[in-house]
């Protein structure tokens, strides 16, 4: 591997307090390990592994917060409840002992939620309209102004626990058909109200929640928001069609109070807005509109796209990263999240930064059968 990019991703990074060692971050990945919503031990050790190789960044898999449709499967950790927190304690202790910094990413599922899910089982799903990604309606419950506070308060809480255990911040997951992102989306938020209406409108709800959690966390605590523009099963979707669409969705977040965004891309390599003539992702895209620090993530090290809900199915080989060198050093994005490869390989980031790149693994259904 070339050794100009090992030099760029070992730069130091801060973002507000956290002081990251190096410019690598632990993507969020579902794993369902965590039973009754509970991190265990081998939780912790599997942060902690990344952690000890060099992981500066580990964002853990989604986390659901205190609101009685958040969740959607068993496993599923949870960002309240007494034991659950005790056992996210753990985690972030494990992970700062090794020298990395840690964030949870909270999570609501909305209009996702599956019947009868933990743990609350009698509980509706809902969003913005009660529309499915696909575009069905009535396919779940339309949010009152009540719930749409419940929410909003449910993850200023959570956040607020996240500071008082010892995270380095917390990243809300506002991608890939969620909550926050159904409220984004044009076909799933068909509101008239305050939370709807034209893209300006539509993030409301999202900000809201952005200030919400300024006003109950410190002022340099990290709030970092994952955003995308496809959908899972919906690839093609686009929040933004254009650069200044995509101002005009993100600039209320980064006022808000966002401190980066994370911008979920399938292929780091591939220009966002081609008709432009630019070859900035999506990522690099999201900085140039709002100035604001950015994490590029999809595909890194692998040669095979993700395909989401399909995970434990998939197979792919190890791919050269260097086509991440030159919009690195131009500082187009500032921090590379690091996702299959590295559930596959828990030391990912020590081989890659000291020149140990023939001895990878590649991503295999192995990888997932377990927390390792």
């Known amino acids: 591997m070339n050794t100009r990019l090992a030099t760029a991703l070992s730069r130091p990074f801060t973002l507000g307090s956290a002081k990251l060692p190096n410019r690598i971050a632990m993507a969020p990945m579902t794993r369902g390990h965590s039973p009754d919503g509970t991190p265990g031990e081998d939780v912790a050790a599997y942060y902690a592994r990344r952690a000890a190789a060099g992981t500066g960044l580990i964002i853990t898999e989604g986390t659901t917060v205190d609101h009685r449709s958040a969740g959607y499967l068993d496993g599923v950790p949870r960002f309240h409840g007494e034991e659950q927190l005790a056992g996210w304690q753990k985690v972030v202790d494990a992970v700062h002992t090794h020298g990395g910094a840690i964030m949870p990413q909270l999570w609501h599922v909305g209009i996702r939620r599956t019947a009868g899910a933990p743990p609350f089982p009698d509980a509706p799903s809902m969003g913005p309209s009660g529309i499915e990604l696909d575009g069905t309606p ?55 109200d305050t939370y709807g ?65 994370h911008a979920s891309g399938r292929r780091y390599w591939q220009p966002e807005f081609p008709d432009t003539g630019s070859d900035l992702n999506i990522a690099g895209w999201a900085k140039k509109v709002t100035g604001k620090p950015v994490i590029t993530v999809g595909s890194v090290g692998l040669d095979s796209v993700f395909h989401p809900g399909s995970l434990s199915g998939d197979s792919a080989a190890v791919d050269s990263i260097d086509r991440l060198l030159e919009p690195l050093e131009r500082d187009e994005f500032d921090l590379v999240a690091v996702g299959r490869a590295l559930l596959a390989d828990p030391e990912w980031a020590d081989k890659v930064l000291n020149g140990r790149v023939s001895e990878l693994t590649p991503f295999s259904r192995d990888a997932v059968e377990s927390l390792h």
Do not use: C
């Open 197 to 261: 209406g034209d893209p300006a409108s539509r993030t409301t709800f999202a900000a809201d929640l952005v200030a919400a959690i300024r006003e109950r966390v410190a002022p340099d605590f990290p709030v970092v928001l994952r955003f995308s523009q496809w959908k899972s099963d919906n690839y093609g979707a686009r929040l933004a069609e254009n650069p200044k669409e995509l101002e005009t969705v993100l600039t209320p977040l980064a006022e808000a109070g966002v401190d980066a965004f």
């Open 138 to 192: 009535g396919a779940g419950e339309t949010m009152t102004l009540a719930d749409i506070d419940d929410v909003i308060g449910a993850f200023a809480k959570a956040a607020r626990a996240a500071e008082e255990i010892g995270f380095d911040g917390v990243e809300l997951h506002g991608a890939h058909g969620y909550l926050i992102d159904q409220f984004l989306w044009e076909r799933t938020n068909r509101r008239t």
